[in-house]
């Protein structure tokens, strides 16, 4: 495969500690499936056989990740929202059959093949936004068959989209009508026989759970995280969303790969966060959705080094959120980050939390080359600006999968 090199181009490799480690009129070099080069135009003149593709001075960011989604699900919760507005809590809600055991009724009753298609739109809104790599959670089967049954649709539409997936078994996502009463049961069900049959035919990649009061409590976590630690699977949790129950102490002891929503963390709980590899993934969807108001500890993750993601947390009733750029727009009004900390929360930071960032998340030699070229000339403005979409290219593993129109930048 010849060389390709991207030149005239302002290039946010987000390599650093902080910020988008901007360089202004460069140039990156991709052979095969990977960055072998990025450095200035003046440089970039010794490549001569390179194929050149003139950027006209827009920018090139890494490719956007979104590493928290329950993408595949059945039916819709509109009727949810509605009665959110008329002044139900979600707890409400949950209580009377609502929330996610609405959507498991739907998710059962569909076939992979009519989840498969509901999937597919809400996956394109975000790979026209430059996503190159995504999180799908099951969660919406809570038994062994129609868990598999979202995990192979999970696989599918990474298959069909060119797309890479990481595959995240949540079956302790909700306690199934089945077992109502029954919650220690049902985890002994999902540890004997669930999670092993799905990571026997090699669909997760991760294991998660929600540990809160209308979930799991941290003894069935527990049983859950040493029962993926078993099989070799890395962690991640729900905590913390709507009250503190010591989830995140319980997911640093087991180094998760991360903690997603965290609004109830408090700041005396972040030093030992900050003692792991963890990431705190961040969720302004589920926030604005469920117009929340407890934020998240943002100044303590700052003081403490804490790497931060954020996520879309797409799905059918907290977030139906599909577009990652209105994601980083609503993270840094609702939540107070920088521009360049929404960047990196999508992109390295999002990596890390999927145990990925040795690969992917910053455009340097020897990561894989998935890019973006975005129509734009300074990375705040993928920030600030609202339902314009500004990608004109995206590259996945060396490969184009939107390839660049001549004239465009």
């Known amino acids: 495969m010849p060389s390709t090199l991207l030149t005239n181009a302002n290039v946010a490799t987000l390599m650093g500690e902080s910020g988008y480690g901007l360089m202004n009129e460069s140039a990156i070099l991709i052979e095969s499936d990977t960055i072998k080069w990025v450095g200035s135009m003046s440089e970039a003149r010794r490549f001569v056989d390179a194929e050149i593709i003139d950027c006209r001075g827009g920018l090139i960011t890494p490719g956007l990740i979104d590493c928290h989604t329950h993408l595949v699900y059945g039916g819709d919760r509109a009727d949810e929202f509605e009665q959110r507005l008329e002044g139900l809590s979600y707890s409400e809600i949950a209580e009377r059959g609502g929330g996610i055991r609405s959507s498991v009724a739907a998710t059962r009753q569909a076939s992979q093949a009519e989840l498969l298609q509901q999937a597919k739109p809400r996956l394109q809104q975000l790979l026209d936004e430059g996503v190159t790599t995504i999180e799908i959670k099951s969660g919406y089967g809570l038994d062994c068959e129609n868990e598999i049954k979202m995990l192979r649709v999970a696989s599918s539409l990474g298959d069909i989209h060119d797309l890479r997936v990481c595959k995240t078994f949540l079956g302790a996502h909700a306690l199934p009508l089945e077992f109502a009463n029954a919650a220690d049961e049902y985890i002994d069900l999902v540890c004997s026989t669930m999670l092993p049959q799905a990571a026997a035919e090699g669909l997760v990649d991760a294991v998660d759970v929600f540990i809160e009061t209308i979930a799991f409590d941290t003894m069935q976590a ?65 926030y604005y959705v469920l117009r929340e108001t407890q934020l998240p500890p943002l100044e303590s993750l700052r003081k403490h080094r804490v790497p931060i993601a954020i996520a879309s947390d797409a799905n059918p009733g907290s977030s139906p959120l599909h577009s990652i750029l209105l994601t980083m727009n609503m993270a840094c009004t609702l939540f107070g980050l920088t521009p360049a900390e929404a960047l990196r929360g999508t992109t390295l930071n999002a990596a890390k939390a999927l145990g990925l960032d040795d690969q992917i998340g910053s455009l ?43 004239g465009e930048a």
Not at 260 to 279: Q, S
Request: with cysteine.
């Open 222 to 286: 527990r049983k859950i995280f040493d029962c993926a630690s078993a099989l070799g699977l890395p962690l991640k949790a729900h905590v913390e969303q709507l009250s503190n129950i010591g989830g995140t102490q319980l997911a640093c002891e087991y180094n998760a790969l991360s903690v997603d929503h965290i609004e109830y963390l408090r700041d005396d709980e972040v030093p030992e966060l900050a003692e792991t590899d963890t990431v705190a993934v961040l969720l302004p969807g589920a």
């Open 364 to 406: 340097e030699p020897g990561k894989q080359a998935d890019l973006v070229i975005w129509d734009v000339h300074k990375p705040s403005m993928l920030v600030y600006q609202i339902g314009l979409n500004p990608c004109v290219a995206v590259m996945r593993a060396g490969r184009w999968r939107k390839p660049p129109v001549v």
